[in-house]
């Protein structure tokens, strides 16, 4: 790893951390020596980089720190394209837009020695089998989601019974061929995660959910935990 790397790396792990971190862990992780993850973080200080701490007891980043945000390792770049990747191939239309474009950006900005990361990457996301329609616009139900408004839906369950139910959005999952919507039901009083193929119709209110979207998202973890589900 050259070492302009490594100091970047060494500020990555400073900055996704809120408690101390020992140069014995910095070192595990870079796969390097504590000699150099000392010295290294010598150079970062007298750089003004706002490090805290001292050898033996652990070092925290400044929570103010910034850093332009597109000084990126191969690493990333490919991590980066292959999500933008995938997005495009199952997102919805402005979704998969977006992450067109992403691609387009970081390709324009990052140094040009690391262009060929983004142009001709060593990983790829195939192509995947035609998703089932949705039957909502998801942009509009991203919206929701952010703003904390409610849902008016039809809903055609497996055995092909159909339901009207107000719901509050809460996360919207990509599957291989179809999408889910999480909500809290207001006719079942619970979460319920519903397949937007089966959704006919749809109304988005200007009525705001009875919390804020984040509680809601909370609320729905918790009720995922007690479950024994994966959350995404």
Same mark, same amino acid.
């Given at each position: 790893?050259?070492?302009?790397?490594?100091?970047?790396?060494?500020?990555?792990?400073?900055? +996704?951390?809120?408690?101390?971190?020992?140069?014995? +862990?910095?070192?595990?992780?870079?796969?390097?020596?504590?000699?150099?993850?000392?010295?290294?973080?010598? #150079?970062?200080? /007298?750089?003004?980089? !706002?490090?805290? /701490?001292?050898?033996?007891? /652990?070092?925290?980043?400044?929570?103010?720190?910034?850093?332009?945000?597109?000084?990126?390792? !191969?690493?990333?770049?490919?991590?980066?394209?292959?999500?933008?990747?995938?997005?495009?191939?199952?997102?919805?239309?402005?979704?998969? /837009?977006?992450?067109? #474009?992403?691609?387009?950006?970081?390709?324009?900005?990052?140094?040009?020695?690391?262009?060929?990361?983004?142009?001709?990457?060593?990983?790829?996301? !195939? @192509?995947?089998?035609?998703?089932? !329609? #949705?039957?909502?616009?998801?942009?509009?139900?991203?919206?929701?989601? +952010?703003?904390?408004?409610?849902?008016?839906?039809?809903?055609?369950?497996?055995?092909?019974?159909?339901?009207?139910?107000?719901?509050?959005?809460?996360?919207?999952?990509?599957?291989?061929?179809?999408?889910?919507?999480?909500?809290?039901?207001?006719?079942?009083?619970?979460?319920?995660?519903?397949?937007?193929?089966?959704?006919?119709?749809?109304?988005? @209110?200007?009525?705001?959910?009875?919390?804020?979207?984040?509680?809601?998202?909370?609320?729905?973890? +918790?009720?995922?935990?007690?479950?024994?589900?994966? @959350?995404?």
């Amino acid at each position: 790893m050259r070492r302009a790397d490594r100091l970047f790396q060494i500020i990555q792990i400073l900055r +996704r951390s809120t408690h101390p971190i020992t140069a014995s +862990r910095i070192a595990e992780e870079l796969e390097t020596s504590r000699r150099s993850v000392y010295r290294d973080i010598a #150079d970062l200080i /007298g750089q003004r980089v !706002p490090i805290r /701490g001292e050898a033996g007891l /652990g070092y925290v980043l400044d929570s103010d720190y910034d850093m332009p945000p597109l000084m990126l390792t !191969p690493d990333e770049l490919e991590a980066a394209v292959l999500g933008a990747q995938w997005v495009a191939d199952k997102g919805d239309a402005v979704l998969a /837009g977006a992450a067109r #474009d992403l691609i387009a950006k970081i390709a324009t900005v990052v140094p040009e020695r690391l262009r060929p990361f983004v142009s001709n990457p060593t990983v790829g996301a !195939p @192509l995947s089998r035609a998703s089932l !329609p #949705d039957g909502l616009d998801i942009a509009r139900a991203r919206a929701s989601i +952010r703003n904390g408004h409610k849902i008016r839906i039809r809903y055609r369950n497996e055995r092909e019974e159909e339901s009207e139910r107000v719901i509050w959005p809460t996360v919207i999952g990509y599957a291989e061929t179809v999408r889910l919507l999480a909500a809290w039901c207001e006719l079942r009083q619970d979460f319920r995660h519903f397949r937007i193929d089966r959704i006919s119709a749809a109304t988005f @209110l200007d009525e705001r959910i009875g919390c804020r979207p984040a509680e809601l998202r909370s609320r729905w973890k +918790r009720h995922m935990e007690a479950q024994g589900l994966r @959350l995404p």
